[in-house]
């Protein structure tokens, strides 16, 4: 079983910097990758990146490359997600999330359980 708990969420200006956390606990595969997603009430979920668990290499949809770095640590088992130059349209719920990568995308089988990020304008 794979437990997930998201951090670093809350209200922030518009061009402002923020740094999202996700503490990993439990046993994956080695295929596995982390990521990230976001949700705006009454939408589906969006993919903003993943990261192979094992070797770290990054994966971004074109739409999200360049304001958002993902990153690993093994040691702490900690999943991060920075966030540069913030805008309003960024507000949603994030979610880290557990799976494999296929089809260009994230397919998350495990979830945590979202935090709010707003950002004022």
């Known amino acids: 079983q794979v437990q997930l708990q998201e951090s670093g969420g809350g209200l922030v200006p518009a061009g402002a910097s923020l740094k999202l956390s996700c503490a990993v606990s439990g046993r994956f595969g080695s295929e596995y990758a982390l990521g990230w997603f976001r949700q705006v009430p009454g939408q589906e979920k969006e993919f903003i990146a993943a990261i192979s668990w094992i070797g770290g290499t990054p994966y971004y949809p074109d739409s999200m490359r360049g304001r958002f770095t993902i990153s690993n640590d093994n040691y702490s088992n900690t999943l991060s997600l920075q966030i540069a130059n913030l805008k309003p349209e960024d507000t949603a719920v994030y979610y880290c999330?557990?799976?494999?990568?296929?089809?260009?995308?994230?397919?998350?089988?495990?979830w945590g359980q979202g935090t709010q990020v707003t950002v004022s304008s």
């Open positions: 999330a557990a799976g494999t990568y296929s089809r260009e995308r994230l397919q998350g089988k495990y």
